[in-house]
Nanobody, 123 residues
Framework: VQLVESGGGSVQAGASLKLSCAAS????????MGWFRQPPGKEREFVAAVNWSGGSPTYADSVEGRFTISKDNARNTVYLQMNSLRPEDTAVYYC?????????????????WGQGTQVTISS
């Protein structure tokens, strides 16, 4: 199984970025997907997740209304559209996969992880 994130970068506050996570080596349609992030010097934290079909999106309070997660089963890819970015969104962003039909929020519930992509927001 391989999860490869892309789309990170350095932007100013208020800008937008769209992260992608391309999955291979798994039956993508049967996997729930999530995005997590790890700010400098902090624990990895939940950002957003969807169920196997891309439904039931759920978000951390800190990103609700600004970030949108989507899952494209035809392209084996999950996305994270990030708008109105803030300096506190600076982190390494990871996608994760778990064989589940329902949404999974907990970090421990995921089976596979990508290598991460850096997002840096300057004020």
């Amino acid at each position: 199984v391989q999860l490869v994130e892309s789309g990170g970068g350095s932007v100013q506050a208020g800008a937008s970025l769209k992260l992608s996570c391309a999955a291979s080596g798994l039956a993508f349609r049967t996997y729930a997907m999530g995005w997590f992030r790890q700010p400098p010097g902090k624990e990895r934290e939940f950002v957003a997740a969807v169920n196997w079909s891309g439904g039931s999106p759920t978000y951390a309070d800190s990103v609700e209304g600004r970030f949108t997660i989507s899952k494209d089963n035809a392209r084996n890819t999950v996305y994270l559209q990030m708008n109105s970015l803030r300096p506190e969104d600076t982190a390494v962003y990871y996608c994760a996969a778990v064989r589940s039909y329902t949404v999974v929020r907990g970090r421990a519930g995921y089976d596979f992880w990508g290598q991460g992509t850096q997002v840096t927001i300057s004020s």
